[in-house]
């Protein structure tokens, strides 16, 4: 090997009994104000070049079961946990699969988990998300992510149709072959009872594209099963829905109370959710006595004369001599 080479292939090496490398605790002081990003740009470096390090990764990953474990949706109301896990095993040994059941009726709540043993069998169901179980078509994702990975499509709502006016007889397998010629399919099933799991004469189609919703839209076959069938935007019809159930509201309402016109009487019916209070008691008749005969006519006080006296200022004998009171001008007083 010529030298040059050598040396290249050595620097890539990890050093083995160096003195002069740095303590775990001086790694962890170094490491610690790295940002999450920062972190992940350094291992993955690292376990690109070493597969030690990879290995290593690897194994804590898998160990981790929300790296393993699935949230699988749109599962038929007939279909069991056996029937769950049989779809799934394709891709690696299953630890736990189940259908979650309703505690009241033991009845199927439409989804299910599956937990593979291994993270790479759960990476490769995901790389096929939509599967055909029962005659539905079953959507997984990790569990960890909940429906986040599926609601937060910005398109969703464009490429997800209803299908009205569908055949008691059609089943989810017929129309998925019907509006499969347009394009991938994501999701897609008849809407089937609960309680009679018989069809409701409607379903829903997710496409992976919004070029095969535009196709399946545009189509002017509307035929299926003999029947002419509605398709349109699903977001569109159920705006549709909640208006003609609020237009139905208001039609059921009674009038609201207004103010009487001139020469028509007040209704007595109260508005809606409006109850009036009940009337008050009427005052008994005896507790304010009418008076039988007129009240006796007011008197006038009858005057009174008082004697009338006169200021003398004639001198005062000695002894009425005027007090400070009186001023210093001689004064007496006389009755006339």
Not at 82 to 94: C, D, K, M, S, V
Not at 189 to 208: E, L, M, P, Q, W
Request: net charge neutral; glycine share 6%.
């Amino acid at each position: 090997m010529e030298p040059i080479k050598k040396r290249k292939v050595e620097a890539t090496l990890p050093p083995s009994g160096n003195p002069s490398l740095p303590s775990e605790q001086e790694m962890r002081s170094l490491l610690e104000p790295l940002a999450k990003t920062q972190l992940v740009d350094l291992l993955a470096k690292l376990g690109s070049q070493y597969p030690s390090i990879a290995e290593e990764i690897r194994g804590i990953a898998s160990a981790d079961p929300a790296n393993r474990k699935l949230f699988v949706r749109g599962l038929a109301w007939d279909t069991t946990s056996n029937t769950l896990r049989a779809a799934f095993q394709e891709h690696g040994e299953i630890e736990e699969g189940a259908v979650i059941l309703d505690k009241a009726t033991g009845k199927s709540r439409g989804y299910g988990f599956i937990t593979y043993k291994d993270m790479n069998s759960a990476r490769a169901a995901l790389e096929a998300p939509s599967k055909l179980i029962d005659g539905r078509m079953a959507v997984c994702n990790l569990a960890c992510e909940g429906l986040s990975s599926v609601t937060s499509t910005p398109d969703l709502a464009q490429r997800k149709l209803y299908i009205g006016g569908l055949s008691p007889d059609t089943t989810s397998e017929m129309l998925l072959y019907f509006f499969g010629r347009h394009g991938e399919i994501e999701e897609g099933s008849v809407a089937y009872d609960k309680d009679t799991n018989k069809s409701r004469g409607f379903g829903f189609i997710t496409y992976k594209t919004l070029e095969a919703t535009k196709k399946a839209v545009e189509d002017p076959q509307k035929t299926l099963a003999g029947r002419n069938i509605t398709v349109k935007l699903a977001d569109n019809h159920k705006s549709k829905a909640v208006q003609a159930q609020l237009s139905a509201a208001m039609i059921q309402l009674p009038p609201m109370a207004a103010y009487p016109q001139p020469g028509q009487a007040h209704s007595s019916t109260p508005p809606l959710g409006y109850t009036y209070p009940p009337p008050l008691a009427a005052y008994p008749a005896s507790v304010y006595p009418i008076p039988t005969s007129a009240a006796a006519s007011y008197q006038t006080p009858p005057q009174i004369s008082y004697p009338q006296y006169a200021l003398k200022t004639d001198s005062l004998a000695p002894s009425q001599a005027p007090t400070p009171a009186m001023g210093s001008y001689p004064y007496y007083i006389t009755k006339q």
